[in-house]
Each structure stands twice: as structure tokens, then as C-alpha cells.
């Protein structure tokens, strides 16, 4: 079909740049000996192979290809988000397998579209002893897929740059996406990715002071600054045993959970007033500090831990790990009162911004969601007024508006949906309904044996590929993924 013959070039190139990330294992797993050379290089040849393959097939039609409609772009993320973790399983099944200690590949597939979609869930144990390039492939591509692959396939690819706005818009999370930093994509799409280095620079070396080894602090940062939460412990972050580190990660969890855009904005204008005057920074930042609060006390008045200090350390470590949908845990947060891990992992939908590295709801459409409450209450009692929906003092138009409407509808049915579809399988409510809602938010730990004592290994190979589309309808939010399926997607 025509859209194809639009899309195969760009998602060729893609899978040729996503190549080269595999050779960052190869070499660290050549350098320290460990048995994953067969692996990684055959599963590096595949990909190579394939996109070759692509863009030879393609390459008389590249010189004839128009710019990227919007649909061709929503196409691309699309299939990006659903083959590149196909990909990425390859070295993951190859290992296990030469290892006599063999996986099926629905659990190599779930692992990788954890890392990819920074969802952090895992269906591994003995974590602590894979070798390190294991671990690093593992939590390596969940910085890579934080900021977004095609994000930073328009930063960095020639071939896309003819439709690197359409790809940008569809890539990019949030109601208000619209918005320029620069005059062209491609550098917006630099400057984010700049941003986003530069702050995983500064979380990796605050780790390595923090006490961490090098290699550690590497890993760790990898899952932190994507809000992605894949740990090379079992244990978690609680392997580390340190305060120190644990208020230095939830500084950089609550700084990833913060829209990267308005850093790139305020570092082009040299202000950190843009970020502090942001209404949605201000929401965000004030949802995590006021819930972490609450679950102090609440662990105090309930006696769960008597030392105010370890209480206050506990509460936000774990609170904001799960709120801002990074996953980590220092402690089986499911044994305190029930209150607090339900709330907390209802959190993980609203407690990030747009542009962000989390998934989830995002705090910009809690925002319109409650100004529109405010505003049809409003009209209740004044049916003539004018009264526009203001944010920050800028009006929202109502597309974005309608637009959000939508989602949250969307949303809310396929939460309802995919639960009662685990449900067939004769699973308990709270694990159905939890590990729905923590796979469509990116979140990764749910309640009771998958919580954070616990993994999704228990979960048959039909309900892991559920969980498998929650995870990627999450990272697409959900509208893009459906608007393949409608006729008029496929109308010339």
C-alpha cells in the first residue's frame, strides 16, 4: 500500500540506528569476558540484516517519496514501539538459551518492551548474577527508549528529516504538543536530547559520590532519569542500603518527572524562572511533596515505623518511585496499609508532566480536566458568560480540550477491558486490575505477587503479550495506536 511505500525508508533507517546500540553490550560483555558475544552479534546481524533488506527494497522509491503526512507518522511510531522489541529480545532469548537456562520468548519479548517502554516489570529473577551486559542491555534501553527512539531519530537521522514534524507529534506525549521550542523540529529534538543527557550526566556522577560502584551507578541511572525502574537486583534500589542514595534518587525521579521541554525552554532563555512559573511544573512537584506527606504520617499514626526520619526517607523514596512510574522499592510497600499502595499506584497516572519520561494520564490533562469542571459548573449558573479555559494565563483551545476528553475515555475502557480480559484467566482482581493499570502507566510494580516483592514471571504467555500491548498503548497514549484501526486511517 501507498502509506507503506512512505514509511518502509524511514522505518528502515531507524532500525539501522537502533543497530548500533547493541554494540554497547558486545563491547562491555568483550571487555569483561562474560559469554554473551554470540548473542548480541547475532542478534545485532539480524537487525542489520533486516533493515538493509528495507532499504534496498525501497531505495528506487526514495527519491519519489513526498513528506510525511500526519497518519504516516503515527504509523512509524506504531510500528516502532511494537517491533523494536522483538529486536531487542533476540539477545536476551540467545543468552538464556546458551546459558542451559532457557526462556520463553514471550518472556524475552515482555522484558524488552518493559525496558523499551520504560515500564520497568520484569519477569526475571537472579538478577544479581547476569552478567553485566545483560543488565546493561536490560536497563541501557531504558534511557534510549525514555526520551523517545524516534525523538531521537529526528535529532540524529538524515533520511527523517523531511517528516520529522509529523513523527515528532506523534512521538511526544501530552495534550499540548503542538508547541515549538525552535523554528525546526529537528533541533527541538537535539535540545531535548540534550537536556536529557546532561541531567543523566549529573544523576550519574551524584550516584557515583553517593557510594555507588561506577558500573552501578551507570545502570541505576539508566532507570532513574527514564522513569523506567529496572534494577540489576533483585532487591532493587534497597540492594544499596544508603540514605543518602535514596534522597539523591528521589531528587532526580521528581527533576525526570518534570517536563524536559520546559528545561530545553529555560535553558534557552536562561531563566530557571520558566520552569518554576510553569503551572503544570508546580502541580507536579506539589502533588509528589504533599503525597509524600500523607504517607508519612499515615506510617507514623498507624505505628507501621516509629523513627519520624525513616518514615519521611521511606515514604518518599517509595512514593515517588511509583507515583512518577519509575518502579524502584526499597521495602514491600505492600505489607503497609492499604490505603497507601492503592493511592500510590493510582498516582502513577497523574503525577508526571507532559514531555516528561513517564507515561499515565500526566498532570497537563488533570489540569484541563478539573479547569473544564470548573467551567461547565460555571456555565450552570451563568448560561451566557464567556468564559474561556485559562492555564497559566494562556487560553486552551477547545480541540485540546475535546482532544483530552477522548483520551480519557479511551483510556478509561481499556483499562476496564484488558482487566476483565486477565480476568478469564481466573486472576484475582488486584492482580488483574493492578498489573493493567501499572503496565498502561509505564509503572511496573502492582499489588500483592507483583508487587515489588515479587515479578510477572507467575502470568501465562497469553496474559504477558496483554500486558506486553498495555505497556506499548502507554507509551503511545493509547489514540494512536487505535487510529490504525479506523477506516479512514486507510483512506487515500
Known amino acids: 500500500m501507498q502509506i507503506f511505500s512512505r514509511v518502509l525508508p524511514f522505518f528502515g533507517w531507524i532500525l539501522l540506528g537502533f543497530s548500533f546500540v547493541y554494540l554497547v553490550p558486545l563491547a562491555v560483555g568483550w571487555w569483561r569476558g562474560e559469554p554473551v558475544l554470540e548473542a548480541f552479534f547475532f542478534g545485532f546481524l539480524l537487525i542489520v540484516g533486516v533493515a538493509l533488506a528495507i532499504l534496498g527494497y525501497t531505495q528506487n522509491l526514495k527519491r519519489s517519496l513526498p513528506d510525511l503526512r500526519p497518519r504516516d507518522g503515527i504509523l512509524l511510531v506504531v510500528l516502532c514501539w511494537s517491533v523494536l522489541p522483538v529486536f531487542a529480545a533476540v539477545p536476551l532469548y540467545l543468552y538464556f538459551l546458551q546459558a542451559g537456562k532457557p ?284 468564559h474561556p479555559l485559562m492555564i497559566g494565563g494562556e487560553s486552551i483551545r477547545n480541540d485540546v480540550v475535546f482532544s483530552m476528553l477522548a483520551f480519557l475515555l479511551v483510556y478509561g475502557g481499556t483499562v476496564l477491558v484488558m482487566t476483565f480480559s486477565l480476568l478469564l484467566f481466573d486472576r484475582s482482581l488486584d492482580i488483574a486490575f493492578s498489573a493493567v493499570v501499572a503496565s498502561i502507566n509505564n509503572t511496573g510494580p502492582g499489588l500483592g505477587a507483583i508487587g515489588p516483592a515479587g515479578n510477572y514471571s507467575l502470568f501465562s504467555t497469553p496474559e504477558l503479550l496483554i500486558l506486553s500491548l498495555a505497556m506499548i498503548l502507554g507509551r503511545l497514549e493509547i489514540l494512536a495506536f487505535f487510529a490504525i484501526f479506523t477506516r479512514e486511517f486507510w483512506r487515500q
Open 103 to 386: 526462556i520463553s520468548f514471550t518472556f524475552a519479548f515482555f522484558e524488552m518492551t518493559s525496558g523499551l517502554t520504560t515500564t520497568g516489570a520484569t519477569v526475571l529473577t537472579g538478577l544479581d548474577h547476569l552478567p553485566y551486559a545483560i543488565n546493561l542491555w536490560r536497563c541501557g534501553l531504558q534511557w534510549v527508549g525514555g526520551m523517545g527512539i524516534l525523538v531521537l531519530a529526528v535529532a540524529i537521522l538524515p533520511l527523517v528529516n523531511s517528516g520529522a514534524g509529523k513523527i515528532f507529534r506523534a512521538e511526544s506525549t501530552g495534550p499540548l504538543k503542538e508547541t515549538k521550542l525552535t523554528p525546526r523540529i529537528q533541533e527541538t529534538a537535539k535540545g531535548l536530547w540534550l537536556v536529557y543527557s546532561a541531567l543523566s550526566l549529573l544523576c550519574l556522577v551524584a550516584f557515583w559520590l553517593g557510594g555507588m560502584s561506577w558500573g552501578d551507578a551507570w545502570l541505576h541511572m539508566f532507570a532513574t532519569m527514564s522513569l523506567g525502574g529496572l534494577s540489576s537486583y533483585d532487591a532493587s534500589f534497597s540492594a544499596f542500603q544508603s540514605p543518602l542514595l535514596e534522597w539523591t534518587c528521589v531528587v532526580f525521579m521528581m527533576l525526570a518527572s518534570g517536563s524536559f521541554a520546559l528545561y530545553f525552554a529555560a535553558f534557552i532563555h536562561g531563566s530557571l524562572g520558566v520552569v518554576v512559573r510553569d503551572h503544570e511544573w508546580r502541580s507536579t512537584m506539589m502533588l509528589l511533596i504533599l503525597a509524600g506527606l500523607l504517607v508519612t504520617l499515615i506510617l507514623l499514626v498507624r505505628g507501621v515505623v516509629s523513627d519520624p526520619l525513616d518514615a519521611l526517607r521511606l515514604a518518599f523514596f517509595n512514593l515517588v518511585s511509583i507515583a512518577s512510574t519509575t518502579g524502584f522499592a526499597t521495602t514491600d510497600y505492600t505489607q503497609w496499609p492499604i490505603f497507601i499502595p492503592v493511592f500510590m499506584l493510582m498516582l502513577s497516572g497523574v503525577a508526571t508532566s507532559a514531555g516528561s519520561t513517564g507515561a499515565g494520564i500526566k498532570m497537563a490533562r488533570l489540569i484541563i480536566l478539573f479547569k473544564q469542571t470548573q467551567r461547565e459548573i460555571f456555565r450552570l449558573l451563568h448560561p451566557r458568560a464567556v
